[in-house]
């Protein structure tokens, strides 16, 4: 019997759910699958990035690009022993440039430093703000900060340019209303080394002194480093030297300045006393004071090389003529040398130098006459202030009449008050071919100069043959030995002052005055140095020349077979000595100071001592102290003098009292006339 399926409804009901579960369960699987193939993408690309970082890191890694680090890492410095690629290194936090020297040693940088301010009203408790600073800021005021910290204000400063140290230190501190603000600070590393020169820069690093204040804008715009013409090491001698020989006489000052007289570079210039750069603020009015290019003073002697320069560039005189060295009467006022000098009445021009006399210098300069003599001085820059990258280069004071004293006492260096770098730009023209350049601190390309002898002395042959033939001077011998020159001499850029010839004269009278004159002491072997004493008599605060203070100074070159290097060393007011024997001249302290000076520095400058062809170098420079006379020529001299003060008062005189007469003729003149105008009038 066939019995026929239940279909009641718990039957219906299981086989219902049965089918759901079906379909659920494949929908699930479904997504399985779905899930897989997603994870499966998934891991592939994992497994590509994976892979591109194995090789882009491990296998095969590839340096950053430069836009990505450049803000955040600076330059790595290379190897750069010449220092040729200082001014391609800079801070990137700092906006100000360094200043290096020509050698590429770091003057001035700034370097990366942060302000700390707060906002009171975003702090709980002051005090102990104040007590947490104190722990990381030692020389902070705890009290007084808390007081600020504690006033109804939105902003106070806490501390300025502390160093990132002490930034992170207080920012771990974790204290809410305490910010930070980004700054830089000036820094001079050497301390000592030329601190006039640098000058110093203000709390919102704007230049407020010396090359810091001129080249203010060029170093906020251009991050290159800004190189300087001084050499450190050089700047470094000279400094030992003349602050041994200020604390040896007991100045109160000093200064000291070397110059490549054929471009104006300035080597080292030294002013004593002086400051540590970095204490700018605590500075003393007199060690800020740069006495090279700010003092004034009285260039004495040191001036006859330019009452020489300008007779001989004038025609006036010649090296042959002879000038009264008898002492002259101004007013009240008597023109003497010194009392232990005993000269013959009547010197000839090697001998006005060498032995330095003040009544034939001025004789020289009555020869040359009063507007000449100021015409000159204005064309050699000694009537403005030296064209120095230096705002505080000083005016020179000159007097406003140019009288009869005014040009005698000029002559000998009296009556004007010059800086020193002016002394050594007049004295460089002299010496470099007659062209007056420009004195500068920046560090300028030299340029190839045309072929000149490489012999020793070769560059002074010409000039010299020159002047023997012009001056009736015997030529210089010939040198047979010749060793190459260290390097060809470079051309003077400028403008010309004085001919080459006059030029090549001078150089045989500076060397004659180290030789044979007051200058011996300035000698130093093998450099064959040339320069001029100079003396003067301090004038004091309220006008007048203080007795027994001098101001002494030499102004030399060297070499001068081949001129290179002016060096310059000025004692203010030395003290006598027993190695002095009392005297505080120039040729006692000043002179061997430069002595020392060049033997010190020229190896620094490349330039080495020649004892191999001394004898024929100073064959060349050699000069009789009474040159012969040229045939048919009547030298100045006993019954040829114009430069004679009497005479020239005579015809002064002369002059007034005609000037005088014609104006009472034309006022008598006048008055006839007036009066027949009258009469005419009256009728």
């Excluded at 007590?131 to 806490?158: N, P």
């Excluded at 690093?205 to 001084?230: T, W």
């Excluded at 013959?344 to 330095?356: G, I, R």
């Excluded at 191999?612 to 170098?617: E, G, L, M, S």
Aim: hydrophobic share 40%.
């Amino acid at each position: 019997m066939v019995v026929p399926p239940r279909h009641d409804s718990e039957t219906t009901r299981t086989i219902g759910v049965t089918g759901e579960d079906l379909r659920a369960r494949a929908h699930r699987e479904q997504m399985h699958v779905r899930l897989l193939w997603v994870s499966a993408g998934f891991c592939a690309l994992f497994a590509c990035v994976a892979i591109k970082l194995t090789i882009a890191t491990v296998l095969r890694p590839m340096a950053p690009e430069q836009r990505q680090i450049a803000p955040q890492v600076p330059k790595i410095p290379k190897i750069d022993p010449k220092g040729s690629l200082a001014g391609d290194y800079a801070l990137p936090q700092v906006h100000r440039a360094s200043i290096v020297d020509r050698n590429g040693q770091t003057l001035a940088l700034s370097l990366p430093v942060a302000q700390v301010y707060a906002n009171p009203q975003e702090l709980i408790d002051p005090q102990d703000v104040a007590h947490k600073l104190k722990s990381v800021l030692h020389d902070l005021d705890e009290h007084e900060t808390a007081e600020r910290l504690a006033r109804h204000k939105q902003f106070v400063y806490i501390a300025r340019n502390i160093s990132p140290q002490q930034e992170l230190a207080i920012n771990n501190l974790g204290i809410p209303g305490i910010y930070f603000e980004p700054g830089e600070q000036r820094h001079y590393p050497l301390g000592r080394m030329a601190a006039q020169i640098m000058g110093a820069v203000d709390i919102d690093d704007n230049g407020i002194a010396g090359v810091e204040r001129f080249f203010n804008k060029r170093l906020l715009v251009d991050r290159k480093p800004l190189r300087l013409s001084l050499d450190i090491r050089v700047q470094s001698a000279v400094r030992e030297e003349v602050a041994a020989a200020k604390d040896t006489f007991q100045a109160i000052g000093a200064c000291g300045i070397v110059m490549d007289v054929r471009t104006g570079e300035i080597i080292a210039m030294v002013s004593l006393p002086d400051y540590d750069a970095n204490e700018f603020a605590h500075a003393t009015n007199d060690e800020r004071f740069n006495r090279s290019v700010t003092g004034l003073y009285e260039p004495g002697s040191t001036f006859k090389l330019q009452t020489t320069a300008m007779g001989l560039e004038t025609g006036t005189i010649h090296i042959w003529d002879s000038f009264s060295s008898v002492p002259l009467k101004i007013g009240r006022f008597t023109i003497r040398d010194m009392k232990n000098d005993h000269f013959a009445p009547w010197l000839s021009l090697p001998e006005v130098m060498a032995y330095s006399s003040n009544p034939a210098a001025a004789h020289i300069a009555l020869d040359v006459g009063g507007k000449r003599q100021a015409d000159w001085l204005r064309s050699m820059g000694f009537f403005a202030p030296v064209p120095v990258e230096l705002p505080e280069a000083a005016r020179p004071l000159v007097p406003r009449q140019w009288g009869l004293a005014t040009t005698m006492t000029v002559g000998f260096g009296h009556g004007v008050a010059e800086p020193p770098l002016a002394i050594v730009r007049g004295t460089a023209a002299t010496v470099n071919g007659g062209i007056l350049v420009t004195p500068t601190l920046l560090d300028q390309e030299d340029t190839d100069p045309p072929e000149q002898d490489a012999t020793p002395g070769g560059a002074l042959q010409q000039g010299v043959q020159a002047v023997a033939l012009s001056q009736s001077l015997p030529p210089a011998p010939p040198i047979s030995t010749g060793a190459p020159m260290p390097e060809a001499p470079v051309v003077p850029q400028g403008v010309r002052v004085l001919s080459e010839s006059n030029s090549a004269l001078l150089r045989r009278l500076l060397r004659l005055d180290v030789t044979q004159g007051t200058g011996r002491t300035a000698e130093s072997p093998g450099y064959f140095v040339g320069g001029k004493t100079g003396t003067a008599e301090k004038i004091g605060p309220h006008g007048g020349y203080l007795k027994h203070v001098n101001i002494s100074a030499f102004t030399s070159i060297f070499p001068m077979n081949a001129p290179r290097y002016a060096v310059y060393v000025m004692l203010d007011s030395p003290q006598p000595t027993p190695q002095t024997h009392g005297w505080t001249t120039a040729g006692w302290n000043a002179a061997p100071t430069v002595s020392r000076v060049i033997s010190r520095i020229g190896p620094m400058l490349q330039i080495f001592p020649d004892m191999d062809h001394a004898k024929q170098i100073d064959a060349q420079l050699a000069i009789p102290m009474h040159p012969a006379v040229p045939r048919g020529v009547r030298p100045l001299g006993p019954g040829n003098d114009p430069g004679d003060p009497r005479k020239l008062e005579a015809e002064h005189r002369a002059t007034k009292l005609a000037a005088k007469q014609a104006q009472e003729q034309s006022t008598h003149t006048l008055a006839i006339r007036k009066k027949m105008a009258q009469e005419k009038m009256d009728e």
